[in-house]
């Protein structure tokens, strides 16, 4: 799958195609369902499957300072979507000029213009425009003039409530990620490369892979049954984390600090993904280190259990 620059006109082999719209953070089931509809028309109709999508997400343009919110990275999104047997991924570089197009011109001149897309679908709540200005009844009416079919898929629930990454967000910061990887179909994972820490948790018996936090989203911090996946060589291993803080050791500093299991290799510097599997429970100051290691197996313990389960 090529990853195409919003800003640019599309390359011939990409255009007439069919475009599923939107953000996607996350990718969850109510995402797929769209993009789905779009693989599927484009190879019912013999044309290329692009996915559109905004970078920064435009709630970061417009509230810089808000918490960070993010459930996947572009390079997340990009292997779940080239998953999803989607041809290109097109970025639209969310900037203060991009903030200013209007709906109408988003139609002409984007969709229509540098995409050449021939067909459009959206989740049916889809805005887009300066000031959010067009929705999707607008959107299939400029598409008309351009002969650009629209197609709006209706939102997919779960428990009788739409499935959004709201919804997950929410589910995360209350350390509920069963109902996250339900939504998701896969469990939340936070990527990066291991940095070198302080040898702490080696001193104490658990060594630990340090990952920043970056700007994903912070969920409940606390200790969580994990599972890692060494990207380099594809090798998973079980494991338990520290997501938080460290209240024990200064200086704070936000930190995923997965314990592998009957793993005794060097980390440093390699890229891995770590999927957040079960709470255990909330980050805590305890009186001394003995008191420490003492929870630490106990928590090893319970995490083994729950990803056996």
Partial sequence: ME???????????YRGGIVALGNFDGFHRGHQAVVGRAVSRARLEGKPALVATFDPHPM??????????????????????LAAGVDAMLVFQFDADFAQVTAPDFVTEWLARRLGASGVVTGEDFTF?????????????????????????????????????????DALRDGDCETATRLLTRPFTIEGVVEP??????????????????????????????????????????????????PMFDPPRE??????F????????????????????????????????????????????????
Avoid at 137 to 146: C, R
Avoid at 255 to 260: G, I, V, W
Wanted: without cysteine; hydrophobic residues 40%.
């Fill in 60 to 81: 970061r343009f417009f509230r810089p300072d808000s918490p960070w919110f993010r459930l996947t990275t572009l390079e997340q999104r990009e292997r779940l979507l």
């Fill in 129 to 169: 425009g300066r000031a959010r200005g067009g929705d999707v009844t607008l959107l299939k009416m400029l598409g008309q003039g351009h002969r650009l079919s629209v197609e709006a898929v209706a939102p997919v629930l779960d428990e009788e409530e739409p499935i959004s990454s709201t919804r997950i967000r």
């Fill in 262 to 309: 009957d793993f005794d290799g060097d980390l440093y510097g390699q890229e891995i993904a770590v999927e957040l599997i079960s709470f255990i429970r909330d980050e805590r100051v305890f009186d001394g280190t003995e008191a420490l290691v003492a929870q630490m197996d106990l928590d090893s313990q319970e995490a083994r259990r729950r990803l056996a389960g």
């Fill in 255 to 260: 930190l995923l600090e997965p314990h592998f």
């Fill in 197 to 246: 820490g302080d040898r702490r948790g080696r001193a104490l018996g658990y060594p630990t892979a340090n990952l920043s936090l970056g700007n994903y989203l912070r969920p409940r911090f606390g200790i969580y049954a994990v599972r890692g996946r060494l990207i380099g060589s594809g090798k998973v291993l079980d494991g338990v984390a520290n997501l938080g803080v460290r």
């Fill in 3 to 13: 990853r195409l620059n919003g800003g640019s006109a599309v390359p011939a082999p």
